[in-house]
């Protein structure tokens, strides 16, 4: 079957650094993506990988490793409005979209 | 740029009530979706729509139907509602083509329902 493992709940202090990593398993291979979910409300786009390497967007950073099935989603200099749950997916060879269940992550001041 | 909107925001329902969920966007996206959320689950996808015209099912189809009569517009129906159908619903859309090499997915902003 298919699967995606993260990790339930992780707790960073403002200020810090936090890596939150995200390992998969499907049937086939069309990229990854994170998305960032504030409790109440919808989902939003945060990164695409779909090469192996390290893809930068300000304070976020997402890295690929395909041949592992892994990925991780680097925040720094965390401020508490990231407080939220992060979703990892993975698009599979019939290009439909397998979820994770989420890491909520709680940033204390 | 209302982007995708989704009516109601809550809802409760009595067992073997029915009911449509409402999505609309505004982006002329060729694909849009139905999400359900579960606490401790990824999200699920219902139903899906490649096309005005068009829909398929998704992994959990069961117990829901949709019409997608116009580009625009994605219908979620729940003919006779179950406790089980109790979850956060979120509608979505994407491209066909994304400039970025990436179809990623635009949210609605979501609808409890509660079924009892």
């Known amino acids: 079957g298919q699967n995606i493992d993260q990790p339930t709940e992780m707790t960073a202090t403002e200020g810090a650094i936090v890596q939150i990593n995200c390992t998969y398993q499907t049937s086939g291979f069309n990229g990854l993506f994170w998305y960032q979910q504030h409790a109440g409300e919808a989902p939003t786009f945060l990164s695409y990988?779909?090469l192996d390497g390290l893809e930068e967007k300000g304070r976020f950073s997402s890295f690929l490793s395909r041949s592992k099935g892994y990925s991780y989603l680097l925040l720094k200099e965390l401020q508490m409005k990231d407080s939220a749950s992060y979703l990892c997916?993975?698009?599979?060879?019939?290009?439909?979209?397998?979820w994770g269940a989420g890491t909520k992550l709680i940033i204390k001041p | 740029n209302a982007g995708v909107t989704q009516t109601p925001k809550f809802r409760v329902l009595k067992t073997g009530q029915s009911m449509t969920l409402l999505c609309a966007q505004d982006?002329?996206?060729?694909?849009m979706y139905w999400y359900r959320q579960d606490p401790g689950m990824g999200l699920r996808l219902i139903h899906y729509?490649?096309?005005?015209?068009?829909?398929a099912k998704g992994e959990v189809p069961d117990g829901y139907n949709v019409s997608r009569l116009k580009k625009q517009n994605f219908l979620l129906g729940l003919e006779s509602a179950a406790p089980s159908q109790t979850s956060v619903y979120f509608c979505?859309?994407?491209?066909?083509?994304?400039?970025?090499?990436?179809?990623?997915?635009?949210f609605g902003s979501g609808t409890q329902l509660s079924v009892l």
């Open positions: 997916a993975v698009m599979d060879s019939n290009y439909q979209l397998i």
């Open positions: 982006m002329n996206h060729e694909y």
């Open positions: 979505a859309s994407s491209t066909l083509y994304d400039p970025q090499g990436n179809e990623k997915l635009f």
């Open positions: 729509s490649v096309g005005e015209g068009t829909t």
């Open positions: 990988n779909v």
